[in-house]
């Protein structure tokens, strides 16, 4: 089945759903592994850095802290994970990884914390579906 799985996660209840769905994809063989990829675009960076005091260690804590309901879901499941943190637009970030990386999958929520974003530029999991170099699930 699917042994290297990116699960696009952002800490939203979608991306929470989203992890469910790349655990059970995972339980289908035991050498697979999800990678976790949180992707911190620019105006969030800015956001971050100002409310955080430029404290960069406080930072990745923070953004690491945002991904842990979707990290325990995945242990509760016993899948093997990993998490990776990249910067850049979330969409061709995660397509660039996924194909530098020989993905299999990339499991995505429909929808993410950025509603403002989402209407302007068009959503993530549409973006990351066109653009995708394997298969794309997007959760509802």
Not at 18 to 29: E, I, N, R, T, V
Not at 55 to 71: C, K, M, Q, S, T
């Amino acid at each position: 089945m699917y042994k290297h799985i990116l699960l696009a996660a952002d800490g939203s209840k979608h991306a929470e759903t989203a992890a469910k769905h790349a655990a059970y994809l995972a339980k289908g063989d035991s050498n697979a592994k999800v990678t976790v990829v949180y992707v911190v675009d620019a105006v969030s960076s800015k956001h971050d850095v100002i409310s955080s005091g430029g404290n960069g260690a406080y930072l990745e804590a923070v953004r690491h802290e945002r991904i842990r309901p979707i990290e325990q879901i995945l242990e509760e499941e016993g899948v093997t994970f990993e998490y990776k943190l990249l910067k850049g637009e979330p969409g061709p970030t995660i397509n660039r990884f996924a194909k530098e990386e020989e993905m299999d999958v990339i499991v995505i929520g429909s929808r993410g914390l950025n509603a403002i974003q989402e209407m302007v530029l068009g959503s993530v999991s549409h973006k990351v579906s066109h653009g995708a170099p394997c298969p794309v699930m997007i959760v509802k």
